[in-house]
């Protein structure tokens, strides 16, 4: 099972609607965007976060929580989109003690409204004893008011590429827990580029494969130099395809400042876009390597799936 | 674990927001409602699906798709709202062969265009093999464009407490796979009587609980009548208890039609309410018992916990 296959099948389906009963962006995106009342405009992301898949049991609540927030949260930045509200649900299993499903939820509570995007509602259900949980976070934010949202297709031939922070290592290190989603970057990136910021996308299933989606969803090529991508000193030779780094990864017209002043965030260049398709990295040492398969597909696996350290 | 108290706790801590950051309604109702752009309102709902909980094990896909976007859809209608977009996300044992797992989302896209609310977004997940399947569907919808939403707390003493259709055997039957969440009913209720429309929830946990939830919401006591409450010839005696109708159970002030024209759907007064508090039904035989205990909650036990034929 392939998520992206099967979201392409959905949003096949759903193309027809770009445009009709107010879906202004359909699925394929990171979010969706709706057309809400005169001239309102809405972006809808919802993600998982399930035991063993997406954290390891014994994880305290409170990062259990937070990163069930903050991973759609992540979506919103990556279309350059401010939260503004979220609903939650957990399949808690049978065993655990109520004061435990309460703390999980007064943690979801405390991260939303942290995050920008406070709980207005949710729904719990019971799991069998050892099943494991699972979370899902309904993410409502608004576009940028001037931008309006930045998509992934938007990259055309000329444009560098480039990478909010560093990448590798994220579920080692436990980065995948604790990781700030690029809000006020994204926002910024916006506010100073305008229509140069031509298309973005949050990191989540490995620089390589989000890079292929950016290409794809573009129509174009994109060559990614690995000497250029920042890693994190902790991260092992396949920090990309590590997934879980929750950075954004954007193609720009023109020069791009290397910080995000707000939050001191570094902003390197790591490639270009290119006429053709696909993405290919070139290697240190030079060989050409295609990037598409370098990541990890949500539908298989587990954590540290294509993570062999 | 009980729903009732946590959604409550999450209530009290997000009563602040009402009002405030574009919360209209928060959590505690059946949708919270938001305020998007200038003047634009959106309701916003979500609730789980899950395998043994809400469904059996070998119920058709098609069926189990249906069900997981009618449940959100019925709680638009609660509020007199109209569905626009839906977003799922299932969680699906490692054992399902990719075909499966497509067929359930198409027809959760085919149901869900077919409720008005076509699927703009979602995800997917793998769960261990033998986990049961966990679904998540949140509906976005516009509350009604001159009544507004209609909300649980409205009963004042003296008015008629009514229910369409009918109730009882909800799961045996298998209605709770079939059943047509009342959105025409709701939309048309709240074209008639206007503000007379008082409140409104859906009958999901049974009668006697979900009448007990309309007074506490609004404050006053409900006095249902156990003769008047038309059940289904197939209900047994726990009609007032099983939950799973799906029906809309509404307090409103002055005449009430008997019938909604376009659907056909009967409209029946079943009740009184009363200065007071809680929700009691007086039997067949004259006893006067508490409503409130009467249904089950989505915390504990499974399918037809409460339903002991």
Redesign the interface.
Known sequence: ???D???R??AD??RA?AGR???EI??GDD??M?R???????L?????L?E???FEPGTPLDLVARKAVARSVSDVAAMAGTP??A?A?G??PAD?P?QR??EL??AM?RWAEGFGC???????????TG??L?L?V?V?G?PHPSRGPVRRGGARPGQGVYLTGAVGGSLHSGRHLTFQPRVPEARWLADELGARLAAMIDVSDGLGRDAGRLARAGGVAIELNERAVPRHPDAGPTFLADGEDYELLFAAEGPVPDLCPATGTPITRIGTVAAGSGCVVVAADGRRLPADELGWD???GGIGANNPE
Not at 44 to 48: L, P
Not at 118 to 128: E, N
């Open positions: 099972m392939h998520e296959q099967l979201l099948r959905i389906r759903t609607l009963g107010g879906v359909g699925p979010c969706a709706l809400v009342g005169a001239g309102g405009q809405l809808a992301t919802v993600d998982h399930i063993f898949r997406h503004r509200w609903l649900t399949a808690i655990w109520q499903t309460e939820f007064d509570h406070p709980l207005v509602g949710g729904d719990i259900a019971s799991l069998p099943a494991p699972v899902t309904t409502l608004e949500h539908g298989g």
